[in-house]
């Protein structure tokens, strides 16, 4: 696949003020260094979106939105790296020029894509004529029955799928659309016997499944037989639709969402439908699969709280657990459970109580994990043996150790602990334990640490970053330093090793550069804005002189820190003085205190 060279990219966003870009979207107004607007992704009244045109960076200090003009145009407009790219060149009056690779494939690459957003775009007028045409009349009275008006069901471009064999295929062929394209599409299917292709959804209710530019990608299809096995069939996954990346609903509901900081998780299309009726517009649902990492990870750029609004059943009790653990493993902060009634789905609640009685359902929401450990603990509830409280805290733990925030997670061990009458420091290390014996959800399974949402850079962090970023040449010095191996945020660390090194041995690009080429759901990424975005803190020419303090004070703090771990270390060993282990932390004591003695020679012993 074609690439656009660094050098490309780099002339393109020197070429293009990110201030004039996103200036487009967002009333901007000058303040020192910076530029403040009201954030375009997510609803407020004061001002906590910046730009730093220096830097060509951009943060949202309220929902953490952050990158370069590149990032804004794919977040805003849904558009993939190589459209945002085409967008600016266009603007530079730049020539995007790709690497060498294959011309011919990428074009055939590009037309079959092209040819099968075509394909689903074709079907979904079909199918939307076919309902309102007032040939089949059973399909419009299952959508009234099911309280879904055509105002709703037009917003969601609702269809129907004609019971003949071939009704999509034989349109299509009149209008010179080939019979491959919507077999490729998962429209159609080759006949087992006399050559030709049918039509793959027939009498069925058709949910169009869209990307957030709303150009269809795949389809859900509803049977209205009651006799048929598959009450859902869905479209297989293409080039251009893969289930686990989208959700159903997100479309229509990302602006509610973005509003409330609030999204309410369902199971099924027309539950999502039903629940929009309603007026909770703010709902979407996985797509005929459990919830994915990369499903998650999309609730995590949009709201900070999930409503999981699953079915009252055994099924549906489990498929909110494991929704559950998928969101905590993004470290979503607030993941709340509905209960519903045994048996009972949101539709049906919607439609026979009305949309209060769903709000009340909501009102009470609790969270998650809150749930879980009380139904944890219950049995040990009294019970003097030890065999329910270690049962109960074999459950707490199963709960406790898919929760990554350090904050959140000691908090509800020490509140087990309490409640359980066991050791917290105890039950800490069994969560501890637990973690590292095996993945968690959207663990890498090559064992790398992924950048989380939660991640705060110290002072003296922060200040280094910002010098590194106006005067790259101090990258040099960091990597031929090693700086970096002195830093307390172990994700920057190695951030900032590779990043010199590049610099160093491949003439890389300059920091800031490099930032809003880190990926979007990266923490490391929104620190980084977060600093770099903001009003600029050091002087001009100044910046040497404050590498130089900041590297100062971080080397004294990591002498400090790596005593006091030796130090604590050798009292643990209590008298044991003759063993090699002895010896080991003593000389490493006196090797510290001797670059303390080195860096600091006036100051003495800490």
Not at 161 to 182: I, K, N, T, Y
Not at 289 to 306: G, H, K, S, Y
Not at 548 to 555: A, N, S, T, Y
Request: charged share 30%; with cysteine; net charge neutral.
């Amino acid at each position: 696949m074609k690439r656009i060279p660094q050098s490309t990219i780099d002339e393109i966003l020197a070429r293009v003020p990110i201030g004039q870009v996103i200036g487009d979207y967002v009333k901007l107004q000058r303040k020192g260094t910076r530029m403040l607007g009201l954030c375009p992704f997510h609803d407020e009244k004061t001002p906590s979106f910046s730009v730093n045109p220096d830097r060509g960076l951009y943060h949202c200090f309220g929902c953490g939105a952050s990158g370069n003009t590149v990032s804004f145009l794919m977040q805003h407009d849904g558009l993939s790296f190589r459209e945002a790219m085409e967008q600016l060149a266009a603007r530079a009056g730049v020539r995007l020029e790709l690497e060498q690779g294959d011309p011919e494939r990428e074009r055939r690459d590009r037309d079959r894509r092209q040819a099968l957003l075509e394909a689903n775009a074709f079907a979904r007028d079909l199918f939307s004529r076919a309902l309102w045409s007032g040939r089949w009349e059973a399909p419009v009275a299952y959508l009234e029955e099911r309280g879904i008006s055509r105002e709703v069901a037009e917003r969601f471009e609702l269809g129907y799928a004609p019971p003949e064999w071939s009704a999509l295929v034989d349109a299509a062929g009149r209008a010179g659309l080939g019979p491959q394209w919507l077999e490729a599409a998962g429209l159609a299917m080759a006949r087992r016997q006399g050559g030709g292709y049918i039509d793959r959804f027939r009498d069925r209710i058709m949910f169009p499944v869209t990307d957030l530019s709303r150009r269809v990608l795949a389809f859900s299809g509803r049977t209205l037989d009651p006799g048929e096995r598959a009450k859902y069939i869905n479209t297989s996954e293409t080039e251009i639709y893969v289930k686990g990346r989208n959700l159903y609903g997100l479309p229509l509901a990302q602006r509610s969402i973005r509003s409330l900081g609030e999204v309410i998780l369902v199971e099924g299309n027309f539950d999502v439908v039903s629940l929009h009726a309603g007026g909770f517009d703010r709902t979407c649902a996985a797509l005929g699969t459990a919830l994915t990492e990369e499903q998650a990870r999309l609730l995590r750029r949009f709201a900070d709280r999930v409503l999981l609004l699953y079915d009252g059943d055994v099924a549906g009790r489990k498929a909110a657990r494991k929704a559950l653990e998928v969101l905590l493993a993004e470290e979503v902060p607030d993941v709340r459970i509905v209960r519903l009634p045994e048996g009972r789905d949101p539709d049906d609640v919607v439609r026979s109580e009305g949309a209060e009685a769903l709000q009340a359902l909501l009102d009470e929401a609790r969270p998650m994990v809150d749930v879980l450990l009380d139904e944890a603990i219950a049995p040990a509830a009294g019970a003097a043996d030890a065999t329910s409280r270690r049962g109960a805290v074999t459950a707490v733990v199963d709960v406790l150790y898919h929760v990554r925030d350090p904050v959140l997670r000691d908090a509800w061990v020490r509140d087990c602990s309490r409640r359980l009458q066991v050791d917290a420091r105890r039950l800490d290390r069994y969560v501890r334990e637990r973690s590292a014996g095996r993945p968690q959800p959207g663990a890498d399974p090559s064992g790398a640490s992924r950048d989380r949402p939660l991640l705060h850079l110290s002072a003296h962090e922060s200040m280094l970053v910002e010098a590194l970023a106006d005067e790259p040449a101090l990258l040099g010095r960091l990597y031929r330093e090693e700086l970096f191996r002195v830093l307390p945020t172990g994700a920057l660390a190695s951030y900032l090793e590779e990043v010199s090194r590049e610099w160093v041995e491949e003439g890389g690009r300059e920091l800031r550069t490099h930032v809003g080429g880190l990926p979007e759901d990266s923490s490391l990424r929104r620190a980084l804005t977060g600093v770099l975005a903001g009003e600029g803190r050091i002087a001009p020419g100044t910046h040497q002189r404050v590498f130089d303090e900041v590297g100062h004070r971080l080397k004294r703090s990591w002498l400090d820190r790596e005593l006091r771990r030796t130090q604590e270390a050798l009292r643990r060993l209590g008298g044991e003085t003759d063993g090699e282990a002895y010896a080991q932390l003593m000389e490493r004591s006196r090797d510290l205190l001797s670059w303390l003695q080195r860096l600091d020679p006036h100051q003495g012993r800490p």
